[in-house]
């Protein structure tokens, strides 16, 4: 429950701006019962009761649609905003910074074990959390102080619609959810439908340096090279990020190395790194780690534009 | 010690090379191997061999024999076969200097070591000074608390260090504490061997003194040793010997311990014999666990530091029992 003495009043706080945000929601909130206003979209004009179980198990229950929303993972928060909902969120991890927008919504730091107090200090209805081991003291610690939590997984490809459609029914707008699902399995698929390529392409995805770290068969990021049509070389190893040895990435001799801006121009200045062929041939292919990194609504257009970088290489190749 | 056995011992270090250089997923013959060493053969088999499997090799070696040395002076000064510089918090220390070097933007090879060495050095004051506050410098429980108490306070200054560090500088960070020689590059090398092979060689110099220092205080001065001097330059030389590790292959645990032991084991009983023995047995062993950790998990790999702890740490809970 908010302590402040009336909902109406701001009190003097030092971050002024912020409280008065604040306030403003609070009241966009009260009144929305006597007209939904133009920025949130509400299907039904009733509120509806919401119950969704996540995947920590928990039960979510919202009497009406949340509307001061902490999103702690950069998948959600951008999910969130694509919903049409960025203006209820309160709070962001510090590693959410897509769309643009989302870098004017407070961050809270870290989005795995959070800072409790912090949140709470934002004073959100709902709590949006990543589904990992390390945020279930978290989850209960929200939820003992009375705020609801939805913890997703956002791992892997097919986590998408699941997760967009329990924001959907916390943010009362399903409809919305349904159709950014579709569209970015639309996108998705269209990536997939190109022609296959006459001679297959192998890639390795250079994650870390030290230790030599890649991606296997259980991560987005092997999904997004077969959506794109190539083999991940490391594609056979089930941990989703395996650390491996330098030279077994010699010994599979990937076709190409996929890499980040930094991390590429580290692999062509190392020499160590001249014994994997590839990257002596300078065949080192730069990834946008901000577009392709993470599994969220931006899926399709990663797959289009690793598939584009492929094949415009592969193309000039003798 | 016997030349049968100094044979014995090198022979050890080549097998160990040979493994090191050989084994690994590309397949290469030991004849491609010595081709490739000769710069001969195709260009992709010199890289593997020469970049990557030599490179690892010599790092282990250095790392080893630093090691193997640095406990070896240790143990003979302190009277007490339970001193290593992983245990004494030495490692611990070097590891703040190298920590704190690289969030502060220093990376030349150069100067990593020297930083670490700045850490190190710290540590052992602390302890001497920790221990000597006790006034138990020559029992050995209060050593090794002092020296684990001072690893502790490492330990959560790194982790202070790291806090406000960002996130791939922390994953460097706590793989190379862990230990490996897998980020073995020729340039690091070169300057890891200029300091190794000074401060060992320093070392072998003054090995008349660990000798006497051996004897007693008492005894060693009435042979005319300056015990303080002595004392202090020993522990500084074996400091720097243990920070070249740190700086090269991060903590790998326990090769102090029990490498000298070894060496002795073997009929080293000068200290000269002793340290050159514990190098040649410090080489031996951490190119041996290296090729371990590379192996066993292939095509992933297994921290140096958690293999030779495995090895280690009952070896130490014997010499524990042994010396309560």
Known sequence: MENEPALYSCPGHRRRARARTRCLLAVIAATSACGAPASDRHPESAPTAVRIVD?????????????????????????????GAGARL?????????PDAARQVPD???????????????????????????????????????????????????DLARVLHALGLALGDTTAAASVADSVQRSLDAVR?????????????????????????????????????????????????????????VQRNPDYVLAGPRAARRLRADARWQAVPAVRAGRILVVDTSLVGRPGVRMGEAARALRLLIDSAAGVRP | MTRARWSLLFVALALAGV?????????????????????????????IVRDLRLARVVLAVITGAGLGMSGAALQGTLRNALAEPYLLGVSGGAAVGAVLAVVAGVSAPGALPLAAFAGAAG?????????????????????????????????????????????????????????????????????????????????????RDVDLLALGEDAAAGLGVRVADATRRIFLLAALLAA?????????????????????????????????????????????????????????????????????????????????
Do not use: C, K
């Open chain 1, 108 to 158: 809270l730091g870290d989005g795995l074990q959070p800072n409790i107090e912090a949140v709470l200090a934002a004073r959100p209805d709902l709590v949006v959390l990543y589904a990992a081991a390390a945020n279930r003291a978290a989850a209960a610690a929200f939820r003992r102080a009375g705020v609801q939590t939805l913890a997703l997984r956002t791992d892997r490809v097919a």
């Open chain 1, 193 to 249: 439908a190109m022609p296959r390529r006459t001679r297959p392409v192998s890639v390795f995805w250079h994650a870390w340096d030290a230790p030599v770290i890649t991606i296997g068969a259980g991560s987005y990021l092997d999904e997004l090279v077969v959506a794109a049509g190539a083999r991940n070389v490391f594609g056979d190893m089930a941990q989703p990020s395996p650390q491996v040895t330098l030279e077994s990435v």
């Open chain 1, 90 to 98: 309160v709070g962001r991890s510090r590693w959410d910074s897509s």
């Open chain 2, 19 to 47: 493994a090191g250089l050989t084994l690994g997923p590309v397949r290469i013959g030991l004849g491609g191997v010595l081709r490739a060493l000769a710069g001969a053969g195709d260009i992709q088999t010199v890289g």
């Open chain 2, 123 to 207: 540590a052992v004051a602390l302890v001497l000074l920790i221990a000597r506050a006790a006034r138990g410098r020559a029992d050995p429980r209060v050593l090794l608390m002092a020296g684990v108490v001072v690893g502790a306070f490492a330990n959560a200054a790194i982790m202070v260090l790291l806090a406000g560090a960002g996130e791939g500088t922390v994953r460097n960070a706590l793989w190379w504490m862990m230990g490996s020689v897998s980020g073995a590059d020729w340039r690091t090398i070169g300057w890891l061997s200029v300091y190794a092979t000074a401060a060992g060689v320093a070392l072998v110099a003054v090995a």
């Open chain 1, 55 to 83: 995947d920590f198990g928990d039960t979510l229950r919202l009497a009406q649609p949340a509307a001061h929303v902490v999103s702690l993972n950069p998948v959600t928060t951008e999910a969130i905003f694509a919903l």
């Open chain 2, 244 to 324: 070249i590790t740190v700086a090269g292959a991060g903590l790998v645990g326990f090769v102090g311990l029990v490498v000298p032991a070894l060496a002795r084991a073997l009929g080293a009983r000068r200290a000269r014999e002793v340290l050159l023995a514990s190098a040649v047995v410090g080489a031996a062993l951490v190119v041996g666990a290296d090729v371990v950790a590379r192996t066993v998990r292939a095509p992933a790999e297994l921290p140096l530091g958690a293999v030779t702890a495995i090895v280690g740490v009952p070896f130490f809970l014997m010499r524990l029992r042994r010396t309560a």
